[in-house]
């Protein structure tokens, strides 16, 4: 009698997934945040990947909540005081940001974590650049173009659905 109410349970279980939650399911929260200090761009890209997330949060049951900053040091004071803790992290950082700084000095300061993803966005392509970035941890570098809202949108579903698909 009791293996047949652990089957029981086993099956109602299975019938409350969705279909697409057999082939990629996530229970993962995600902080995506947004580092430029160009308002434009910076408010551009948050309502692109706000809108783009309500698709994956559909799709992958993924629970992402999205933060902009404009400075790099409001991005570190946040990153200190760990308010991106308890989930994977994907940072979209610009890499020529105010106050003589840049995404160089913020890789510096966060540490490196297999678990997140670290996306550095330049105007000016320059393989220098991009490798030292590399180096400090940065998952990816590409140009500030017309292409950059999509590539940002391709990326946070590539890292999301490579999560999903690990699960």
């Not at 945040?33 to 949060?57: I, P, T």
């Not at 994977?88 to 950082?93: D, H, K, L, S």
């Not at 999509?150 to 999301?160: A, H, N, R």
């Given at each position: 009698m009791?293996?047949?109410?652990?089957?029981?349970?086993?099956?109602?279980?299975k019938?409350?997934?969705?279909?697409?939650?057999?082939?990629?399911?996530?229970?993962?929260?995600?902080?995506?945040?947004?580092?430029?200090?160009?308002?434009?761009?910076?408010?551009?890209?948050?309502?692109?990947?706000?809108?783009?997330?309500?698709?994956?949060?559909?799709?992958y049951?993924?629970?992402?909540?999205?933060?902009?900053?404009?400075?790099a040091?409001?991005?570190?004071?946040?990153?200190?005081?760990?308010?991106?803790?308890?989930?994977?992290?994907?940072?979209?950082?610009?890499y020529?940001?105010?106050?003589?700084?840049?995404?160089?000095?913020?890789?510096?300061?966060?540490?490196s974590?297999?678990?997140?993803?670290?996306?550095?966005?330049?105007?000016?392509?320059?393989?220098?650049?991009a490798?030292?970035?590399?180096?400090?941890?940065?998952?990816?570098?590409?140009?500030?173009?017309?292409?950059?809202?999509?590539?940002c949108t391709?990326?946070?579903?590539?890292?999301?659905?490579e999560?999903?698909?690990?699960?």
């Amino acid at each position: 009698m009791q293996k047949t109410t652990n089957m029981m349970k086993e099956v109602s279980h299975k019938e409350r997934r969705t279909f697409l939650d057999l082939f990629f399911p996530s229970t993962e929260k995600y902080s995506v945040v947004v580092v430029d200090d160009d308002e434009y761009f910076n408010k551009m890209m948050v309502e692109v990947l706000n809108d783009f997330s309500s698709n994956l949060k559909i799709l992958y049951d993924a629970k992402i909540k999205l933060y902009s900053f404009k400075t790099a040091e409001s991005f570190i004071q946040s990153f200190q005081n760990n308010q991106f803790r308890n989930t994977r992290a994907v940072y979209f950082i610009d890499y020529f940001l105010g106050n003589n700084k840049n995404a160089a000095d913020i890789l510096r300061k966060i540490e490196s974590d297999k678990r997140n993803r670290v996306v550095v966005i330049s105007e000016k392509k320059n393989y220098q650049t991009a490798q030292q970035t590399l180096e400090l941890g940065a998952t990816q570098f590409i140009r500030k173009d017309q292409f950059t809202n999509f590539m940002c949108t391709t990326l946070l579903e590539e890292f999301v659905r490579e999560d999903a698909s690990n699960y």
